[in-house]
């Protein structure tokens, strides 16, 4: 969905680096989230946010962090990456306005930790 | 139990119909929904079913809820070869949070052979 944007897409980063993934979204929704997926493992949340000054933890949140800057924007760091963080990471937004709690989803960033 | 469960694999034949199904945990939900998953993508809304409803037919696509059991199924007819991608099943509800939000299955490959 081009209304949610992912960076970079790829990136493949070294053991004890710092980095970080940004989501924007054009929606307007309150609410953003940052998941993972690993292939027979599905969707795992790491941390959501439902406004601005509003930040949970999801299951999987050691070892991440979350900023969220302003409604359209909330980043993800990983402050030491690790090989088990190699992984496809999700942004989405809902908005729960609408009653459903559908999220939108953005096309991903392959990260790779060596 | 406390997960979304679908079984991982399905393949079909390409005309034939597909039928993915899913358990989930919570009477309550209010929605639940099916995601697509294509290659190298991001999750994309398929469809989604109010929980006082039976059924929702959105045309290829039938899904039946079946509350009493908590069973989810969709249906694709005349399955194609676009169709192949992993189908993720979710429920909305709040597993004693105070905030509602999407549980994800593992999903399901479907692999369509012409």
């Known amino acids: 969905d081009a209304d949610v944007t992912q960076t970079p897409r790829n990136r493949i980063t070294k053991t004890g680096k710092r980095i970080m993934l940004e989501c924007s979204q054009t929606?307007?929704?309150?609410?953003m989230y940052w998941y993972r997926q690993d292939p027979g493992l599905g969707l795992r949340l790491i941390y959501y946010?439902?406004?601005?000054?509003?930040?949970n933890k999801g299951e999987i949140s050691d070892g991440y962090s979350v900023s969220r800057q302003a409604q359209a924007k909330f980043s993800l760091s990983l402050e030491s990456a690790i090989p088990n963080q190699t992984a496809l990471y999700f942004c989405?937004?809902?908005?729960?306005?609408?009653?459903?709690?559908?999220?939108?989803f953005g096309p991903g960033t392959r990260l790779l930790v060596l | 139990g406390e997960d979304v469960e679908q079984s991982l694999f399905l393949s079909v034949r390409e005309g034939d119909s597909s039928v993915i199904n899913c358990t989930y945990t919570d009477s309550s939900s209010t929605y639940l929904y099916w995601y697509k998953q294509e290659p190298g993508a991001g999750l994309q809304l398929l469809t989604y079913?109010?929980?006082?409803?039976d059924m929702k037919q959105d045309q290829r696509l039938t899904v039946l809820l079946n509350k009493k059991d908590k069973h989810l199924s969709l249906r694709i007819a005349d399955t194609q070869t676009g169709d192949s991608a992993i189908y993720f099943c979710a429920e909305n509800t709040f597993r004693g949070s105070t905030l509602g939000r999407l549980y994800f299955g593992r999903g399901t490959q479907l692999t369509v052979w012409p």
């Open positions: 989405a937004t809902s908005d729960p306005g609408t009653g459903t709690e559908t999220q939108y």
């Open positions: 946010s439902f406004d601005v000054k509003d930040i």
């Open positions: 079913i109010f929980s006082n409803m």
């Open positions: 929606k307007g929704h309150d609410r």
